[in-house]
């Protein structure tokens, strides 16, 4: 019976109300880009002029710790996902493993943007400084707590991997989690680009 | 009736549908005024009128809300109330408090009041929705405290569920962002800020947690289907919620003198706003097609399915409509607004609340099975007349707005206030018409508690 449901529901994986979610996020985000794309357009020296203040290096160090991070999440998925009813223990393990990498990326991408806006803040830019920044700050303020709640859903993920709690035919709030998590990461993929490279 | 504390919430609902019925005749009479300037003149001006309207709406909802919950909670928490004593006290000192408000914008001079009610003490009267005297006020935060406090035992010494969990959360932001109501600060700037605090957040946040929650009970109630089911999409509504409403406050921080990245904060998330009753549609339809019990009172489901419903197009569809900035910056403050007004209080709050008194008055009266299938159908006659009422006087209004707009605010050959009024006073016509229909619908409504049991239903 329950192996029925798990087959039935493969795609998409997680729970389809975490799709709901990832939709209306990207739709957000959209709207912010394209208001973004807008403005730009008619304030193109302004907004290269401002762009030049952004530390592109950290940016570009964030993307590729966002990328590993979703590739450890992916392996942990992996882990779950191959589970067979002998391999609960180990399988919970190595999925706890992936996952701690993944928070520690996720920890380091924040950290990373923290620094980032204190000296820009230290700079005296707000969100009234001019458009760019304020897309900039919209954008990656909002990003942030993206990237802050997808660590802590991680995190609750990991505490019930450590109490070997996902079974073969019961995984479907890990993919949840990842779902949401591997979201967090589209939207910088689209972001650091469009906000941080392009000119 | 499963716990005897629940009859507390009898004299609620009764008396949150006669505020009702007080509202809808007030709105008619500034109907009428918008026909005719002279109507009841010197009598009752019309800014007394539509304080009166307004502050009956807000009066009449949290009565229904609060009968509501009376009804709810010992059933969510398997528990009797707390103290059914002390919410029949609240009931009276509300009542009276209420009633006393409203002899007194109609029969003392506003500003003949606010010296009367210590105005002058803490300077919190004048203000859109919030005109109340300062001791009723301070009622209005004794009763809601008590009530809180109420519910908060009863859930406390009960079974907890979702329902409750956000229940309670709601109702304690209705009490938290009332206290704004105190707060008026010279700069007029500010001030708008803290008045949105109070009337936005009620209205696009903590009151569609309670909403979300009345609906998902009821519709556990009349479907049958699985609790774990329910309160998935009520987490996902209200996280929807609270995500786009509290941003959603920019909306009104256009043009008003605050900087201008709320056009884009307030224009962006507020369009994620109807989403969350898009998805109680979808809730509503889908609990009611999975359904696992035919319930004999078929006229709970019809109003859930309506609230949903209607407070998508009422809320969602016509708020979305001006929420833009670039759009909002036309339609500020025109009919387009009293449009939009009026169908998503309607269609969100009032049927809510007659979803609440359909599904629990029966019960009450003794007929678990719900009124006869006379009663139900005079009921759902009534429902009908209401809701092509309301779409009629917002499509109305909408006609006005639009009238008004391109009369005040588009192009360069702009007319003045009064001629433009006079170019609308047709469509004024046909909006007191539906108006007339909405109150008929009331009455009709009214009628269908006194249609007699059929004997061979019991």
Known sequence: MSKSITVKEKYPPGDFAIWIIIYVELVTFALLFLGYAFSRRSHIEMFNDSQLLLNQTSGFINTLILITSSYFVVKAVKSVTSMTKESIKESNLRASKWLLYAIMCGIAFLVIKLSEFIHIFGQGITLSTNKFFMFYLLLTVFHFMHVLLGSIILFNIYKKTKIHGYMPDDYKGFETGASYWHMVDLLWIVLFPLVYIIR | ?458
């Open chain 2, 1 to 458: 009736m499963k716990y005897t504390s629940q009859a507390v919430a009898k004299p609620y609902f009764i008396f949150a549908l006669i505020l009702l019925a007080g509202e809808i005749l007030f709105g008619l009479l500034m109907g009428i005024q918008y026909i005719w300037g002279d109507f009841l003149f010197p009598l009752i001006p019309f800014n007394v009128l539509r304080m009166v309207h307004t502050n009956l709406l807000i009066v009449l909802l949290l009565f229904g809300f609060m009968g509501a919950t009376y009804y709810l909670v010992p059933e969510e928490t398997e528990t009797e109330l707390w103290s059914p004593k002390l919410a029949i006290i609240t009931f009276w000192v509300f009542a009276a408090a209420g009633v006393a408000t409203i002899l007194g914008y109609l029969f003392v001079p506003y500003a003949e009041l606010t010296e009367l009610t210590f105005n002058n003490l803490l300077p919190t009267m004048g203000r859109e929705f919030l005109e109340q005297p300062l001791p009723t006020k301070v009622g209005i935060v004794i009763v809601v405290l008590s009530y809180l406090l109420n519910v908060t035992m009863t859930v406390i010494k009960g079974r907890k569920t979702v329902i409750t969990t956000v229940l309670l959360t709601g109702l304690l932001g209705l009490a938290v962002f009332f206290l704004f109501a105190f707060y008026v600060p010279d700069n007029l700037i500010m001030d708008k800020f803290f008045w949105w605090f109070t009337v936005h957040l009620w209205v696009e946040a903590t009151w569609e947690l309670i909403l979300g929650a009345i609906l998902a009970f009821v519709l556990i109630k009349v479907t049958g289907v699985d609790r774990e089911h329910i309160d998935k999409w009520l987490y996902l509504i209200i996280a929807m919620t609270m995500v786009s409403g509290i941003l959603g406050t920019g909306h009104h921080f256009f043009y008003m003198g605050a900087p201008e990245y709320w056009l884009w904060i307030g224009s962006i998330s507020s369009a994620v706003e109807p989403l969350p009753f898009l998805l109680m549609i979808l809730f509503a339809f889908t609990m009611a097609r999975d359904r696992k019990i035919k319930h004999d009172n078929e006229m709970a489901l019809t109003w859930a399915k309506g609230t949903a419903v209607m407070g998508f197009i009422g809320a969602g569809v016509w708020g979305f409509f001006h929420t833009l900035a670039p759009v909002n910056m036309f339609t500020h403050g025109t009919q387009l607004t009293a449009a939009h007004g009026h169908l998503s209080f309607y269609g969100a709050y009032v049927m809510i609340i007659f979803t609440m008194i359909s599904y629990a008055m029966p019960i009450l009266r003794g007929r678990p099975h719900g009124n006869c299938k006379k009663a139900q159908k005079v009921e759902l006659a009534s429902f009908w007349i209401m809701n092509i009422g309301m779409v009629g006087l917002t499509l109305a209004l909408s006609a006005a707005g639009i009238v008004q707009i391109l009369d005040q605010r588009v192009g360069t050959e702009l007319i003045g206030f009064m001629e433009s009024q006079e170019s609308i006073a047709g469509i004024y016509m046909i909006r007191a018409g539906f108006g007339v229909l909405v109150f008929a619908g009331l009455l009709t409504y009214f009628y269908s508690f006194f249609v007699k049991e059929e004997p061979q239903q019991a």
